[in-house]
């Protein structure tokens, strides 16, 4: 099979996307899909699932027609998917918990870590920026029933606490 596959790049680029593809079509597939002009709450993602595993079919194609051999693939470095990853998760779990005041700061910068190019002080600015614009945006501006802050009493004392 190895002989097939004449860019290894694209050809694993291309199973990629149609796993992805796949998964989200599959997973919309349990979802009504309605027709496409009454479109259900599946229709949308399960279009797009299917448009990616095309996509993804037809750069595995690509790959094994191409003439030119392509560079290899290189060595996966799951260390900065691990640091990107691992925050958001935890962000979606501690939210209600720890507030998004804490969990934002959390989330920037922790995640800022999987960068080659990490600095603290930039990284501690974009969080407190980020932080107030999301505040700003989504809780005041939306009204999203988004805690603040964490959830102990000592914090109801501060009015932006209290929203």
């Not at 291309?14 to 593809?21: C, E, H, R, S, T």
């Not at 597939?29 to 027709?35: A, C, P, R």
């Not at 560079?71 to 900065?80: A, I, R, T």
Request: charged letters at 15%.
């Amino acid at each position: 099979m190895k002989h097939l596959i004449k860019n290894p790049r694209d050809f694993w680029s291309g199973v990629m996307f149609l796993a992805i593809g796949a998964l989200f079509a599959g997973i919309a597939f349990t979802y009504k899909l309605g027709t496409a002009a009454r479109m259900g709450p599946g229709f949308f993602p399960f279009v797009l699932g299917i448009i990616l595993a095309v996509l993804g079919v037809a750069i595995l194609l690509a790959a094994m027609r191409d003439r030119n051999k392509g560079p290899g693939v290189e060595k996966f470095h799951w260390m900065p998917v691990f640091w990107v990853l691992m925050p958001i998760v935890v962000f979606g779990f501690g939210l209600k918990v720890a507030g998004m005041i804490v969990m934002g700061l959390f989330v920037v910068i922790v995640s800022s870590i999987g960068s080659e190019d990490f600095k603290l002080k930039p990284t501690v600015w974009l969080a407190i920026g980020l932080v107030i614009f999301c505040s700003l945006s989504f809780v005041a501006g939306l009204k999203l029933p988004i805690p603040l802050c964490p959830g102990l009493d000592f914090f109801e004392q501060f009015a932006l606490c209290r929203v």
